[in-house]
């Protein structure tokens, strides 16, 4: 009798070694491996039913957990492997074969009913895998990541939650935005919370026995993991006489190899959540979140994890009749005058996120220089952060704001912008069809804002991808409406924004002056960076102008006009910094530039786009910097994370301060004049 025909096809990563490990099985195994596969491959609905689950969780305990979670363990972390493809089959190496993705949706649920924490711990990155694009093909597989965001919010612990709220940080497009947030939803309605309380009660310690910092004891060493300021770990091992070994010791490797991979796997998911919880705590701005103070240190400056970011931030303390503003230290919470706030933790205080609006200049000023003499570095610009203010024009025009609009921007970094700030957009095609303006809900306020592009060109191949989409967009307005507004739409070939629904008042733009300030000075605060970041102003590539030379005159406007909040800020650091330098006496600042005195010429660095002029005939310098570039003067101390222009500006400083010893053959001719 011929054995049943196994439903998985060779010609996947995952596949490839299934098969091969099912069909070497003992027969007892094959055959309890091909009713798995078989009821797997019947995962055709949106969620399993009870019925479904049941009949899997019997067929696993009928192969055996052990052996279920052993393989999975193995095929899900090969479904990101790319293959190659022999002969004439064209498709990418990391597309996946429909038919085995069935199956694989199918294992996935079947995870649901064994709650095995190895195979929990598989889901994100298997999530994040399969939601991937590819070129002229699309996700990988959304079913698949649809499944494992599926598990994770039906799974009743915390880690579970805290995946979903990576997987939130991570994968930006809108569709599986909108199934994290069905997930997160059902599970703080499950629990009786709010969806700020989940997120906040998520986050896991990964075994870390105090803030940044795990001990374990192995043997005859302790192994240290550290976790420092910018989320990087590190792995050390403390002998028995007190010395650091930063290798991993032969008798480690031997004696504890589980325990040494799984603090490895800790140390990884570590630097992975330390990204999301900063991008979360960068949010708290627009949420008035407010806590009792127990409770803001369990969850914030005592968590062993969060507190790597809490601790470097300024926090406000209310209490009746008392309200103060304070930042941790190792003596305690103390006041900008490093007087310790000694009532804090009295009954009825309140904590909340300081923010520099509405607060005077002094105040402000008054925690730069805190934080500047602690050498305290922000994980986002807090004290530093920019305040934008309703203007004369915005008043005038009353429902819109034209600040940002006529500039030019490279789509596809804006459209990674947008999703990184939380806003909806979709990249624009040549083709018959409408697109929605990018758009930010703010629950919290009920508002949305809209920001109104539109494309640039009309020559396919020319001003689109080969794939028809377009290279650059324009700039128009911002405006902001009540949540349940009907979106605005125009044609993806330009034209005029119109509401998708019939008129009525709610549809109407809401007059600037009743937008909250902290609402639209964040909201506006995301403008200034996608236009400040993805404009081709900033590309120093771009002084003929780009393509026949369209661009030239607002290439030269932007590269070199003037500072917005944004780059004024960054104006306020360096002019605080620099000084402190070994360049320190080879600089000075003009209205708009960092100038650097070089043996051989003298350099104006535009303090918006980083972009360079030279002396005495303002002639443009072009210096690419690279991908990574970072100031590395030894003694740099730069107060918030988050600014690479910030960076790559006093690397080009340092650069040019000392031209005599230049290398670069490109960079040379050009200051010769070559």
């Known amino acids: 009798m011929q054995p049943p025909r196994l439903l998985l096809f060779p010609g996947d990563a995952w596949t490839n070694v299934a098969v091969v490990d099912i069909e070497s099985s003992p027969s007892d195994i094959r055959q309890n491996w091909f009713e798995v596969i078989t009821h797997a491959q019947t995962a055709s609905a949106s969620k399993p039913s009870t019925r479904w689950l049941k009949q899997a969780a019997d067929l696993v305990r009928h192969l055996g957990a052990e052996e279920f979670e052993r393989r999975l363990a193995d095929w899900f972390p090969r479904v990101n492997d790319p293959v190659e493809r022999p002969g004439p089959d064209s498709r990418h190496p990391l597309a996946l074969i429909g038919a085995n993705c069935d199956v694989l949706k199918g294992l996935v649920w079947m995870v649901l ?38 598990v994770l919010g039906q799974l009743p612990s915390v880690t579970a939650i805290a995946r979903l709220s990576y997987l939130k940080a991570r994968v930006k497009m809108a569709s599986v935005q909108k199934e994290i947030e069905k997930a997160l939803e059902a599970t703080a309605v499950r629990l009786g919370i709010t969806r700020e309380e989940l997120e906040e009660l998520a986050v896991p310690t990964y075994g870390l026995t105090s803030v940044g910092r795990l001990e374990e004891a192995l043997g005859e060493f302790t192994a240290e993991l550290t976790v420092g300021d910018s989320g990087r770990t590190t792995l050390a091992w403390r002998k028995g006489d007190g010395r650091i070994q930063k290798s991993v010791p032969a008798a480690i490797r031997n004696d504890f190899a589980d325990e040494l991979k799984d603090l490895k796997s800790a140390a990884k998911d570590i630097e992975k959540m330390f990204t999301a919880q900063r991008e979360r705590l960068d949010g708290l701005f627009l949420q008035e979140r407010r806590w009792p103070t127990d409770v803001w240190r369990q969850r914030y400056l005592d968590h062993p994890l969060v507190g790597i970011l809490a601790r470097r931030l300024v926090w406000v303390f209310r209490n009746t009749g008392l309200e103060t503003s304070g930042v941790w230290t190792e003596e305690g919470v103390v006041d900008v005058d490093d007087q310790p706030i000694d009532w804090i933790d009295a009954e009825g205080t ?29 994980p986002f610009k807090q004290a530093h952060r ?40 979709k990249l624009r095609l040549m083709v018959d069809a409408d697109y929605s303006a990018p758009t930010r809900r703010l629950e ?25 989409v377009y290279l650059y967009l324009s700039t128009d307005q911002v405006r902001f409406y009540r949540l349940e507004a009907d979106l605005h739409v125009a044609h993806a070939t330009g034209g ?27 909201l506006m605060r995301d403008v200034d960076l996608f236009v400040g970041v993805a404009s081709v102003g900033n590309d120093p590539t771009w002084a003929d102008g780009g393509p026949g030379g ?23 650091v360096l002019e605080r910094l620099v000084p402190r330098l070994k360049i320190g006496p080879r600089c000075s600042f ?3 530039f960092l100038v650097v005195r070089g043996d051989l010429r003298t350099y104006k660095i535009h303090l918006g786009s980083g972009n360079i002029l030279m002396e005495p005939n303002d002639q443009y310098l072009c210096i690419v910097p690279d991908s990574g570039a970072v100031a590395k003067e030894e003694g740099v101390f730069l107060p918030f994370e988050g ?32």
């Open 113 to 150: 009913p064994s709650a095995s924490e190895t195979l929990q711990s598989l889901l994100g990155p298997l999530a994040i895998s399969t939601f991937r694009k590819l070129p002229s093909v699309g996700s990988r597989s959304t079913k698949v990541g649809n499944a494992c965001i599926y």
């Open 386 to 425: 920019e305040v934008y203010l309703l203007t004369d024009a915005e008043r005038r025009t009353q429902t819109y704001s034209n600040r940002y609009a006529a500039h030019i921007l490279r789509q596809h970094q804006f459209n990674a912008l947008c999703a990184a700030r939380g806003w909806s957009n």
């Open 350 to 378: 309140t904590v909340e996120l300081w923010h520099p609006i509405g607060r005077p200049m002094d105040d402000v000023l008054t925690w730069r220089g805190w934080l500047e003499r602690h050498e305290v570095r922000q």
């Open 496 to 522: 005029r924004f119109v509401t998708e629904g019939l008129a009525h008042p709610y549809n109407e733009p809401l007059p600037l002056e009743m937008i909250p300030p902290i609402v639209f000075s964040e």
């Open 550 to 572: 369209r661009y030239r005159e607002y290439w030269q406007n932007f590269s070199f006009g003037d500072l917005t909040p944004t780059a004024q800020t960054r104006k306020h």
């Open 590 to 592: 003009s209205e708009k």
């Open 643 to 674: 600014d690479r222009t910030l960076s790559i500006i006093l690397s080009k400083a340092m650069l040019l301060a000392e031209d005599r010893t230049l290398t670069d053959p490109t960079i040379i001719r050009q200051i010769h004049g070559l």
């Open 444 to 468: 919290t306020w009920g508002l949305r804002a809209e920001f109104w592009v539109d494309t640039v060109g009309d020559a396919y191949g020319v001003d689109t991808t080969d794939a028809g």
